[in-house]
């Protein structure tokens, strides 16, 4: 059988732990919210220690996504590509800044080579970071894959502003807790 579509999903936690009428005004809260979402990822075993959020211009939640490769037998279906995935269909757009309005994505763990990609085509303005890569393959068996060694100037090329090491060290207590887990590759 020739399968036909795809079905992807976020745990049911997630309804009940994101409060979409919340507006979230700085950088500081945003990162928050995504290491608050790949905490309860690790701790629900519903997924990989990463969480994203994606933010529109009114500062509310347009979407977020954490981890589900494992649960859902999904290589792409990383915190970053979910949120991606769930904000294009929600606005019904492939590139979400061309309805002319600013959107940030926040994310515990900095996109791996498949998150960054997704970043730079899925039309965001900002990217705000918790973890590092290195932190990530420091402390868990992840592999972040390749990346352009000139990353964050590739990204400001494209009109897209970084910000890193937000709450670096609170991320990096995710990534420790899901290795003592004894965590999946994936």
């Known amino acids: ?42 701790e629900a075993a519903s997924g990989g220690p990463f969480g994203a959020a994606l933010f529109g211009p009114d500062d509310r939640i347009v979407s977020v996504g954490v981890n589900r490769v494992m649960p859902t037998s999904c290589s792409v279906a990383h915190a970053e590509t979910m949120a991606f995935m769930l904000a294009q269909q929600r606005l019904q757009t492939p590139r979400l800044n061309a309805l002319g309005a600013p959107y940030t994505l926040a994310t515990s763990s900095q996109p791996c080579c498949q ?3 997704a970043s730079v085509w899925a039309g965001i303005d900002r990217l705000l970071i918790g973890a590092r890569a290195e932190d990530v393959e420091a402390l868990t068996e992840f592999d972040e894959g390749p990346l352009p060694a000139d990353w964050p100037q590739e990204l400001e090329r494209r009109g897209i502003e970084l910000v890193r090491d937000l709450r670096r060290d609170e991320a990096r207590a995710v990534l420790q807790a899901y290795a003592a887990t004894g965590g999946a590759r994936y």
């Open 1 to 42: 059988m020739l399968y036909a579509q795809v079905h992807l999903t976020l745990p049911a936690w997630v309804h009940d732990a994101v409060d979409t009428s919340a507006t979230y005004p700085d950088d500081d809260a945003r990162i928050a919210l995504a290491i608050e979402l790949s905490r309860r990822n690790v």
């Open 115 to 117: 998150c960054f990609g």
